[in-house]
């Protein structure tokens, strides 16, 4: 079993910024991918940015050039910094992740409990 813990979220003004982290802990033999998703109220969840473990990164064309999504492997951890945060990017956000957990290639795949980011206009 894996456990996301996330951490940052939080209220902020329009043009602030925002760095969510969150961290894989668990019986992990290796990180496929994090990520990061959310949810808008009334919306359908989704994908904001995601990374893989050789570094190969993809993010939503409503954040591209405003936030950013990096993982420290070694410390099981994925953070996104959220740059000139926008009232349309009030939502829960979820951390998610692939991982290996044993030898022979069973995975775990989930998402974290959420965090709440408010941006006010």
């Known amino acids: 079993q894996v456990r996301l813990v996330e951490s940052g979220g939080g209220f902020v003004r329009a043009g602030e910024s925002l760095r969510l982290s969150c961290t894989a802990s668990g ?36 954040v591209k050039g ?33 991982f290996e957990t044993s030898q022979d290639g069973e995975t775990w795949s989930g998402w974290g409990q959420g965090l709440q980011v408010t941006v006010s206009s």
């Not at 991918?33 to 190969?56: F, H, I, N, Y």
């Not at 405003?66 to 953070?79: E, H, L, Q, W």
């Open 27 to 62: 019986r992990i033999l290796r990180i496929n991918d994090m990520g990061w998703d959310r949810q808008a109220p009334g919306k359908r969840r989704e994908l904001v940015a995601t990374v893989t473990s050789t570094s190969s990164i993809d993010y939503a064309d409503s």
């Open 66 to 98: 405003r936030f950013t999504i990096s993982m420290d492997n070694a410390k099981k951890t994925v953070y996104l910094q959220m740059n000139d945060l926008k009232p349309e990017d009030t939502a829960v956000y979820f951390c998610t992740g692939l």
